[in-house]
Protein backbone atom coordinates (compact mmCIF):
# COMPACT_ATOMS: atom_id res chain seq x y z
CA UNK A 1 0.00 0.00 0.00
CA UNK A 2 1.26 3.43 -1.41
CA UNK A 3 1.93 6.08 1.54
CA UNK A 4 3.30 9.33 1.50
CA UNK A 5 4.38 11.44 4.81
CA UNK A 6 4.99 14.97 4.97
CA UNK A 7 7.55 16.40 7.37
CA UNK A 8 9.13 19.73 8.40
CA UNK A 9 8.92 23.02 10.48
CA UNK A 10 5.19 23.93 11.70
CA UNK A 11 6.06 27.59 12.18
CA UNK A 12 8.21 29.56 9.76
CA UNK A 13 8.36 33.42 9.96
CA UNK A 14 6.90 35.88 8.00
CA UNK A 15 9.22 36.72 4.74
CA UNK A 16 11.14 33.56 5.27
CA UNK A 17 10.88 30.43 3.42
CA UNK A 18 8.68 27.52 3.93
CA UNK A 19 10.20 24.25 3.61
CA UNK A 20 8.57 20.28 3.12
CA UNK A 21 9.66 17.05 2.41
CA UNK A 22 7.26 13.86 0.93
CA UNK A 23 8.63 11.05 2.07
CA UNK A 24 6.67 7.73 -0.27
CA UNK A 25 6.65 4.36 0.56
CA UNK A 26 5.11 0.90 -0.65
CA UNK A 27 5.83 2.52 -4.09
CA UNK A 28 8.58 3.59 -6.75
CA UNK A 29 8.81 7.27 -6.67
CA UNK A 30 10.85 6.70 -9.91
CA UNK A 31 8.20 5.40 -11.89
CA UNK A 32 7.30 6.65 -14.80
CA UNK A 33 3.77 6.43 -14.81
CA UNK A 34 3.01 8.95 -12.20
CA UNK A 35 3.68 13.12 -10.83
CA UNK A 36 3.71 14.02 -7.13
CA UNK A 37 1.94 16.74 -6.18
CA UNK A 38 1.70 19.35 -3.28
CA UNK A 39 -1.42 21.19 -2.53
CA UNK A 40 -2.82 23.17 0.80
CA UNK A 41 -5.67 23.91 2.92
CA UNK A 42 -6.05 27.02 4.35
CA UNK A 43 -8.00 26.57 7.92
CA UNK A 44 -11.38 26.35 7.09
CA UNK A 45 -11.15 26.99 3.28
CA UNK A 46 -10.84 24.81 0.26
CA UNK A 47 -8.22 23.15 -1.45
CA UNK A 48 -5.53 24.88 -3.77
CA UNK A 49 -2.86 22.64 -5.93
CA UNK A 50 0.50 24.12 -5.05
CA UNK A 51 2.42 21.92 -8.18
CA UNK A 52 3.77 19.13 -8.87
CA UNK A 53 6.81 16.77 -10.59
CA UNK A 54 7.67 14.21 -12.31
CA UNK A 55 10.13 11.56 -11.85
CA UNK A 56 12.72 13.10 -14.13
CA UNK A 57 12.68 16.38 -12.35
CA UNK A 58 10.31 18.46 -14.63
CA UNK A 59 8.23 20.38 -12.74
CA UNK A 60 4.98 22.89 -13.48
CA UNK A 61 3.04 24.98 -10.97
CA UNK A 62 -0.30 26.58 -10.27
CA UNK A 63 0.90 30.19 -11.94
CA UNK A 64 -0.43 32.12 -9.22
CA UNK A 65 2.06 30.40 -6.88
CA UNK A 66 4.80 29.97 -9.58
CA UNK A 67 7.05 32.75 -8.81
CA UNK A 68 7.68 31.68 -5.34
CA UNK A 69 7.72 27.85 -4.95
CA UNK A 70 10.23 25.67 -6.30
CA UNK A 71 9.81 21.50 -6.39
CA UNK A 72 12.80 18.56 -6.37
CA UNK A 73 12.89 15.25 -6.27
CA UNK A 74 15.15 12.51 -4.36
CA UNK A 75 15.11 9.40 -6.01
CA UNK A 76 17.38 8.01 -3.98
CA UNK A 77 15.78 8.88 -0.93
CA UNK A 78 12.13 8.01 -2.21
CA UNK A 79 11.08 12.35 -1.63
CA UNK A 80 10.14 15.27 -2.89
CA UNK A 81 10.12 18.62 -1.06
CA UNK A 82 8.56 22.18 -1.85
CA UNK A 83 10.35 24.87 -1.08
CA UNK A 84 8.11 28.51 -1.15
CA UNK A 85 9.74 31.49 -0.46
CA UNK A 86 8.87 35.21 1.29
CA UNK A 87 6.12 33.53 2.91
CA UNK A 88 2.89 35.47 4.69
CA UNK A 89 0.14 34.80 6.58
CA UNK A 90 -1.91 33.75 3.61
CA UNK A 91 0.45 30.95 3.28
CA UNK A 92 -0.74 29.61 6.47
CA UNK A 93 -2.44 26.06 5.52
CA UNK A 94 -2.16 22.45 6.00
CA UNK A 95 -0.22 21.36 3.29
CA UNK A 96 -0.98 17.88 1.86
CA UNK A 97 1.54 16.09 -0.94
CA UNK A 98 -0.17 13.16 -2.94
CA UNK A 99 0.22 10.81 -5.98
CA UNK A 100 -0.59 12.86 -9.09
CA UNK A 101 -1.96 10.11 -11.48
CA UNK A 102 -2.19 11.66 -15.33
CA UNK A 103 -2.65 9.82 -18.65
CA UNK A 104 -2.75 10.44 -21.86
CA UNK A 105 -6.69 9.63 -21.92
CA UNK A 106 -6.87 13.38 -20.21
CA UNK A 107 -6.70 11.80 -16.40
CA UNK A 108 -5.75 14.01 -14.23
CA UNK A 109 -6.33 13.28 -10.82
CA UNK A 110 -4.77 12.61 -7.04
CA UNK A 111 -5.35 9.23 -6.24
CA UNK A 112 -3.18 8.70 -2.73
CA UNK A 113 -2.96 11.34 -0.15
CA UNK A 114 -0.34 12.48 2.43
CA UNK A 115 -1.80 12.93 6.47
CA UNK A 116 -1.06 16.62 5.90
CA UNK A 117 1.36 18.96 8.25
CA UNK A 118 -0.10 22.78 9.18
CA UNK A 119 2.40 25.11 8.44
CA UNK A 120 1.87 28.13 10.42
CA UNK A 121 3.28 31.76 9.19
CA UNK A 122 3.89 34.21 12.39
CA UNK A 123 6.33 36.12 14.19
CA UNK B 1 -8.47 31.36 -14.73
CA UNK B 2 -10.66 29.05 -14.53
CA UNK B 3 -12.91 28.18 -11.99
CA UNK B 4 -15.57 25.62 -10.62
CA UNK B 5 -18.51 26.64 -8.27
CA UNK B 6 -20.22 24.43 -6.01
CA UNK B 7 -23.00 24.95 -3.53
CA UNK B 8 -21.75 25.48 -0.01
CA UNK B 9 -23.87 22.90 1.68
CA UNK B 10 -26.42 20.49 0.97
CA UNK B 11 -28.83 18.53 3.21
CA UNK B 12 -29.93 14.81 3.16
CA UNK B 13 -31.99 12.86 5.33
CA UNK B 14 -30.60 9.41 5.95
CA UNK B 15 -31.41 6.84 3.15
CA UNK B 16 -32.43 9.53 0.90
CA UNK B 17 -30.32 10.96 -2.23
CA UNK B 18 -27.65 13.75 -2.19
CA UNK B 19 -26.69 15.64 -5.57
CA UNK B 20 -23.92 18.08 -5.53
CA UNK B 21 -23.29 20.31 -8.39
CA UNK B 22 -20.20 21.86 -9.74
CA UNK B 23 -20.24 24.34 -12.45
CA UNK B 24 -17.72 25.65 -14.73
CA UNK B 25 -17.19 26.93 -18.03
CA UNK B 26 -17.65 23.43 -20.81
CA UNK B 27 -16.93 21.03 -17.71
CA UNK B 28 -18.50 18.42 -20.00
CA UNK B 29 -15.50 18.83 -22.12
CA UNK B 30 -13.05 17.78 -19.72
CA UNK B 31 -13.13 14.91 -17.09
CA UNK B 32 -14.36 15.26 -13.44
CA UNK B 33 -13.14 13.89 -10.18
CA UNK B 34 -14.59 14.25 -6.72
CA UNK B 35 -13.22 13.86 -3.30
CA UNK B 36 -14.63 13.28 0.03
CA UNK B 37 -13.18 15.47 3.16
CA UNK B 38 -13.90 14.19 6.56
CA UNK B 39 -13.17 16.20 9.68
CA UNK B 40 -9.05 16.41 10.39
CA UNK B 41 -8.19 14.04 7.64
CA UNK B 42 -7.18 14.01 3.89
CA UNK B 43 -9.46 14.38 1.00
CA UNK B 44 -10.28 10.66 -0.41
CA UNK B 45 -11.26 9.91 -3.75
CA UNK B 46 -14.55 8.91 -4.36
CA UNK B 47 -15.28 9.46 -8.64
CA UNK B 48 -12.69 9.95 -11.10
CA UNK B 49 -13.02 10.31 -14.86
CA UNK B 50 -16.65 11.83 -14.48
CA UNK B 51 -18.08 8.75 -13.37
CA UNK B 52 -15.52 5.63 -12.02
CA UNK B 53 -15.09 4.71 -8.80
CA UNK B 54 -11.81 3.80 -7.20
CA UNK B 55 -11.51 0.28 -5.47
CA UNK B 56 -13.51 0.62 -2.29
CA UNK B 57 -15.57 2.75 -2.53
CA UNK B 58 -19.17 2.44 -1.92
CA UNK B 59 -21.76 1.58 -5.45
CA UNK B 60 -23.98 4.51 -3.75
CA UNK B 61 -21.37 7.47 -5.04
CA UNK B 62 -21.93 8.00 -8.82
CA UNK B 63 -21.21 11.22 -11.09
CA UNK B 64 -22.39 12.54 -14.62
CA UNK B 65 -20.45 15.42 -16.73
CA UNK B 66 -22.57 17.11 -19.11
CA UNK B 67 -22.87 20.55 -20.53
CA UNK B 68 -21.37 22.76 -17.62
CA UNK B 69 -22.00 20.77 -14.59
CA UNK B 70 -20.74 17.82 -13.67
CA UNK B 71 -23.18 15.86 -10.51
CA UNK B 72 -21.81 13.46 -7.58
CA UNK B 73 -24.98 11.62 -6.65
CA UNK B 74 -24.97 10.22 -3.35
CA UNK B 75 -27.70 7.28 -3.20
CA UNK B 76 -28.71 5.82 -0.19
CA UNK B 77 -26.56 8.28 1.80
CA UNK B 78 -25.47 7.46 5.54
CA UNK B 79 -24.36 9.39 8.27
CA UNK B 80 -20.60 8.27 7.31
CA UNK B 81 -21.27 10.47 4.22
CA UNK B 82 -21.55 13.50 6.18
CA UNK B 83 -18.36 15.51 5.31
CA UNK B 84 -16.97 18.22 2.52
CA UNK B 85 -16.90 17.14 -1.62
CA UNK B 86 -14.49 19.16 -3.69
CA UNK B 87 -14.88 18.51 -7.28
CA UNK B 88 -11.62 18.88 -9.62
CA UNK B 89 -10.77 19.21 -13.10
CA UNK B 90 -7.84 19.81 -15.08
CA UNK B 91 -7.66 23.37 -17.69
CA UNK B 92 -4.86 24.81 -19.02
CA UNK B 93 -2.03 22.81 -17.51
CA UNK B 94 -3.83 23.57 -14.11
CA UNK B 95 -5.36 21.06 -11.69
CA UNK B 96 -8.36 23.12 -10.31
CA UNK B 97 -10.32 22.58 -7.26
CA UNK B 98 -13.97 23.53 -6.54
CA UNK B 99 -15.18 25.72 -3.91
CA UNK B 100 -16.30 22.78 -1.59
CA UNK B 101 -19.56 21.35 -0.65
CA UNK B 102 -20.51 20.39 3.05
CA UNK B 103 -22.79 17.68 3.22
CA UNK B 104 -25.00 17.22 6.53
CA UNK B 105 -26.94 14.09 6.95
CA UNK B 106 -30.21 15.33 9.26
Known amino acids: QLQLQESGPGLVKPSETLSLICTVS??????????WGWIRQPPGKGLEWIGS???????YYNPSLKSRVTMSLDTSRSQFSLKATSVTAADTAVYYC???????????????WGQGTLVTVSS | SYELTQPPSVSVSPGQTASITCSGNKLGDKYASWYQQKPGQSPVLVIY???NRPSGIPERFSGANSGNTATLTISGTQAMDEADYYC?????????FGTGTKVTVL
Open chain 2, 49 to 51: QDK
Open chain 1, 26 to 35: GGFISSSSFY
Open chain 1, 98 to 112: ARDRQATTGTHLFDY
Open chain 2, 88 to 96: QAWDSSTYV
Open chain 1, 53 to 59: IYYNGSA
